[in-house]
């Protein structure tokens, strides 16, 4: 029997989806699980695979073409076999990138942006691997030639440009041998084409700021527990496997979320809906702004488990080749600027969900305890929340049972 194969949905607003790459060609025998081809978001590109095993039939779009979500793509089947043959390419709905500018209404999950360095200065057509390469070598984009669809620029335009040396694309940077020879230069005005993903994360910003009436409420927690216990744990583990603040951070909130399941929640209509899964999303900084990626079931997974997924869909996410899985169905999001020294800060509700954390940086201060002054570790989250969906106590009571883990931290090993 022969199976279709559609552009899959990665995010609930996502509407299309440019299909870049085939990886597979009619006649090629494939494996359920094994890749059929590339896709592209506002989010990275993502490989599709292949939910059938068999023969590749049929292609029914070409490559370079923005395809609609649920549309197919391709037909997967046994060798000989009879079906009814789609029309290629122009499927209702799909067009060409040649044809017209890929529209800006694809899905971003990021709730918070984050500036990052621009990679190019114009209009440049791009895949997000070729922008984090050409990014960390300096290569600008203007003066590469494209290969891909419609002149697109990919991984192996950058290679190419780099392994040859040429020097209108890599730029060099002087050198400055101290402070006495800096020189500061006036120049012009520059202008940074914003890309698909910064612009669609200014619509899913404003749209929650202006639709959703938030409130926040902040707690400092005492993590002097929390750090020893993660000391503790890190010492029986190798490097490529030791667990972060974040971690405990992660299974903590995953297990307040499971006696508070109105914060797990989004609004339907009139309706709250109360999700049955824990799946906490996680911001990652990615070239050119922010996505999330999302742990299932978080409150049943151990903080090895938790820290081994983080790791390996970040590091997806900022090779530009996230699977759809790791994007899609998140209940609750994260934001964590610890790493950046960040005393505290506030987030914005990623829709639909009802709330996210603003995880602040862990640090070590004078605190007064028992009339003495004695130093400490101490970090400050502030929890941003519908308040058509919850209320401040509510809210105050979820951050009370996260320091409850937090703050007793033996009680998630347990």
């Known amino acids: 029997m022969a199976e279709t194969i559609s552009m899959p949905k990665l995010g ?3 509407a299309e989806g440019l299909l870049v790459r085939w990886v597979k060609q009619v006649g090629e025998t494939i494996n359920k699980g094994d890749v059929l081809a590339e896709i592209e978001t506002d989010k990275a590109t993502v490989e599709v695979e292949s939910s059938a095993s068999g023969v590749v039939l049929q292609l029914i779009v070409d490559q370079g073409t923005m395809v609609p979500v649920n549309a197919p793509i391709a037909i997967v089947g046994a060798a000989g076999k009879k079906w009814t043959r789609c029309r290629p390419s122009k499927v209702e709905g799909q067009k060409s990138v040649d044809e017209k500018p890929a529209p800006q209404s694809a899905p971003v999950t990021a709730p918070v942006a984050q500036a990052s360095a621009p990679v190019e200065s114009g209009p440049v057509k791009a895949s997000p691997i070729a922008k984090k390469i050409a990014s960390d070598n300096k290569v600008d984009l203007s003066h590469v030639q494209g290969t891909g669809p419609g002149g697109r620029i990919v991984r192996k335009d950058i290679e190419a440009a780099l392994s040859s040396g040429q020097p209108s694309a890599v730029s060099s940077q002087p050198v400055v041998s101290g402070p006495s020879s800096a020189v500061i ?33 902040t707690h400092e927690f005492k993590m002097d527990a929390l750090m020893d216990m993660r000391k503790q744990v890190n010492a029986y583990l190798p490097d490529n496997e030791k667990v972060s603040v974040n971690d405990f951070i992660l299974k903590g909130v995953a ?3 499971r006696q508070f399941p109105n914060l797990n929640a989004t ?8 999700f049955g899964h824990v799946n906490v999303g996680v911001a990652v900084t990615v070239p050119g702004g ?9 409150d049943q997974k151990s903080l090895r ?25 998140s209940t609750f999001s994260t934001s964590n600027l610890g790493m950046y020294d960040v005393e505290e ?9 009802a709330g996210i954390l603003a995880i602040s940086s862990a640090r070590e201060i004078p605190v007064v305890e028992n009339g003495q002054i004695k130093a400490g570790w101490r970090m400050k989250a502030t929890i941003s929340v519908d308040h058509r969906i919850s209320d401040g106590a509510e809210a105050a009571q979820f951050m009370q049972a996260l320091a409850g883990f937090l703050e007793n931290p033996v009680r998630m090993l347990v």
Do not use: W
């Open 12 to 14: 609930f607003d996502m």
């Open 255 to 257: 297990l307040s979320l």
């Open 290 to 298: 922010l996505m999330t990626v999302v742990v299932k079931d978080t």
């Open 185 to 217: 230069v006036s120049h012009d005005d520059k202008v940074i084409a914003t890309t698909k993903l910064r612009q669609a994360i200014g619509r899913r910003l404003v749209e929650s700021k202006t639709t959703i009436p938030h409130f926040y409420v």
């Open 345 to 353: 800060f506030i987030a914005i509700v990623n829709p639909p969900e």
């Open 267 to 274: 609004l339907k209509g009139t309706d709250i809906i109360q």
């Open 305 to 329: 488990q938790i820290s081994g997924e983080v790791k390996a869909m970040a590091g997806r996410a900022r090779e530009g080749k996230v699977k759809p899985e790791d994007v899609d169905g």
